[in-house]
């Protein structure tokens, strides 16, 4: 009885500290919600980045454009 007990005990740790190691290795296996959450936002933060420097180029594309028509006009 005791042996069984103790077999029990250390058969769910040892199972609960390979669950922890997969899921930190190997987050595609696991699925590591964290993981994934931050991948997305990262995703979406990358994008967020890529519109604003669109919107930047513009801008200053426009600046340009109205400077030259100031420099023809003056």
Partial sequence: M????F???LGAVFT???????DRLLPFI???RRV???KRRVRE???KLKKKDAYIHKAIED???Q????????
């Fill in 63 to 65: 600046l340009k454009k």
């Fill in 45 to 47: 933060l990358e994008s």
């Fill in 16 to 22: 609960g500290a390979l669950f922890v190691l997969i």
């Fill in 67 to 74: 400077h030259g028509r100031e420099v023809n006009s003056g």
């Fill in 30 to 32: 696991g699925g590591n």
């Fill in 7 to 9: 077999s029990f005990i």
């Fill in 2 to 5: 005791e042996i069984d007990l």
């Fill in 36 to 38: 994934r959450e931050l």
